[in-house]
């Protein structure tokens, strides 16, 4: 029941319609599928997230101590369904494609990682087709090979890549642990041209900040946030926890720095993994986030 003396995320995020749509400047979508992290020899249990980080979400109030966004227009657009992994895929590149080529800012919850591969195809779609900006916040690369000739949630910068979609030297991987990667992936990400920043080279840093720095001021940005980058004491429920990463503290300011970028149209959030979560530790920090961002996005 909407109660306007304590407004709550749930009264205020319009419902699915054609309508409701339209009107809203941020849109919700969630991608519930982890096949593609079973394909990566992952554990599976993201595809229940989408659900349960907006369960999480509508408990929220739109307040924080710098600002609110109780006046930004907000739509969810429910979650894609299909038979197959590709057929989701291909679901999910047609939507994101139509809502950014109607000046949406989208915010979309995975499921695996694999889902940023359509989702940014479709992103680059919807822009015309021009050079974007893609950061990837992970303790992984994920620029891997395909297998057994199928996309998984590895594979999804490789592919955007090799495929012309999203150039190298665009291209971002922030938060990247020791001990995460092979070589050889490493040295196919820089020999294309990418950034990379290691976790360790931010332990003494101002990560937010840091991360502000590489968004670009001239191109449209994607930011691919993997829950995996937190460490797994913060983020328990997630597809490849590990005992390293980033702190809570750091993931909701870097999405908040995100929002704040007037050139930042996308957020994915990926790998929340419900049935290894603790008290809903994971998906209300990926609710804390996405609040965020949206304080960002309000503050432009």
């Not at 894609?80 to 950014?100: F, P, Q």
């Not at 209300?284 to 961002?293: D, E, V």
């Amino acid at each position: 029941m909407n109660n306007s003396s304590d407004p709550r995320l749930h009264d205020l995020i319009l419902p699915f319609s054609d309508t409701n749509l339209e009107k809203a400047s941020v849109v919700l979508i969630g991608v519930p599928t982890d096949e593609g992290i079973l394909r990566n020899g992952g554990r599976v249990g993201a595809a229940q997230a989408p659900d349960d980080i907006r369960r999480q979400l509508g408990k929220l109030t739109p307040f924080s101590s710098i600002g609110s966004f109780e006046k930004l227009l907000i739509a969810d657009h429910g979650n894609l369904s299909g038979s197959s992994l590709e057929e989701i895929h291909s679901k999910a590149k047609d939507a994101i494609s139509k809502l950014i080529a109607s000046g949406k800012i989208v915010i979309a919850l995975g499921g695996g990682h694999d889902v940023t591969y359509p989702l940014a195809s479709g992103f680059h779609e919807g822009i015309g087709k021009k050079d974007f900006s893609l950061i990837n916040i992970d303790a992984h690369l994920d620029v891997r090979e395909k297998k057994n000739g199928l996309h998984h949630s590895g594979s999804s910068f490789r592919l955007l890549i090799e495929e012309s979609i999203l150039k190298g030297k665009n291209f971002t991987e922030f938060g990247i642990q020791q001990f995460a990667y092979s070589d050889n992936h490493l040295q196919w990400a820089l020999g294309q041209g990418a950034k990379v920043v290691f976790h360790d080279d931010l332990y003494e840093k101002h990560v937010s900040r840091e991360f502000a720095s590489y968004l670009s001021k001239e191109k449209p940005n994607y930011v691919s946030f993997d829950i995996d980058s937190v460490r797994s004491s913060d983020v328990p429920g997630s597809s490849a926890p590990s005992p390293t990463g980033l702190h809570a503290e750091d993931a909701v300011h870097i999405c908040y720095e995100a929002g704040l970028n007037p050139l930042t149209q996308m957020l994915d959030i990926v790998e929340v993994n419900p049935l290894f979560d603790y008290d809903h530790r994971t998906t209300k920090l990926a609710a804390r986030m996405i609040a965020m961002f949206l304080l960002g996005v309000a503050k432009r």
